[in-house]
């Protein structure tokens, strides 16, 4: 998937449930601050080898954190 249909998709998702209300600056700064938060429940420092679903999990709550992150930029010019 190209960048700017990604980009396009979000907006849409967010926009067809009315969320662009709740998508301020600090909500989303918050939003930010819990998804990373949640990376420190598999203790990546300490431990070397994760299983698949382990991997899966850390991916997923690295793709919310990069959609918050990406979903303030738009907030700013959308």
């Known amino acids: 998937m190209e ?17 662009n209300k ?4 600090p909500a989303l700064a918050r939003a930010v601050s819990v998804e990373a938060g ?5 203790d990546v420092e300490s431990k070397k080898d994760f299983s698949d679903k382990s991997v899966d999990n850390m991916k ?8 918050y992150g990406k979903s303030t930029l738009f907030r700013t010019v959308c």
């Open 3 to 19: 960048y700017e249909q990604l980009i396009s998709e979000l907006i849409d998702f967010r926009d067809s449930r009315g969320w």
């Open 22 to 25: 709740y998508h301020t600056l």
């Open 38 to 42: 949640e990376l420190f429940l598999w």
């Open 60 to 67: 997923l709550e690295l793709a919310d954190i990069l959609t």
